[in-house]
């Protein structure tokens, strides 16, 4: 059975909309135990960096675990970055495209825009994301890899997972 394009939409709208929330182990849910989350970094050339393990990168965890510990990190005040208060946001997805499907796994592109308040400050982000989606052990899809392009680099603080 070939994954649907209504279950495709579903999750990757889930999983943005659990953004907006504090509790985000329920965004986690939407990621598979061996999933890689990457945010490249633009070099100074205004090229994207293509290797993870080689070169700089905003946010790079090679699997769900890494998620996991940040998560840990924010709901429990033990960040190095300060992430309290944690700021309200509002994910917002569009153009989403599905690249390819099978019976077993998808690859989607959609564009995506968080807006953030805090400390009485509003910051925008945009940006693309590249997915690949499985079905997982469970019969539900999975993320199996994201890799958010953040298109406006050039921000006055740290970007966390909650901004993604």
């Known amino acids: 059975m070939t994954i649907s394009s209504d279950e495709i939409r579903d ?6 909309r659990e953004g907006d929330g504090t509790d985000y182990s329920h965004r ?16 100074v050339d205004g090229e994207l960096t293509d290797d993870p393990q080689s070169e700089m ?5 090679d699997k ?8 840990f990190r924010i709901q429990t005040e033990r960040s190095s970055v300060s992430s309290m208060p944690e700021p309200r946001t509002q994910h917002m997805l569009s153009n989403l495209e599905v690249l390819a499907v ?3 796994d ?25 997915v690949k989606l499985i079905r997982g052990e469970d019969g539900k899809l999975k993320i199996k890899s994201k890799k958010a392009v953040l298109k406006n680099d050039y921000i006055h603080h740290v970007v966390d997972i909650y901004h993604l």
């Open 102 to 104: 099978s019976s077993s």
């Open 64 to 71: 769900r675990d890494g998620i996991e510990d940040r998560v």
């Open 106 to 130: 998808a690859k989607v592109r959609y564009s995506w825009m968080t807006h953030s308040v805090r400390y009485d400050n509003v910051d925008t982000y945009f940006g693309t994301a590249f």
């Open 28 to 43: 986690l849910e939407h990621y598979d135990k061996s999933s890689e989350f990457w945010v490249p970094c633009w070099d």
């Open 57 to 61: 990168s905003l946010i790079y965890y």
């Open 11 to 16: 999750l990757v709208h889930a999983e943005q």
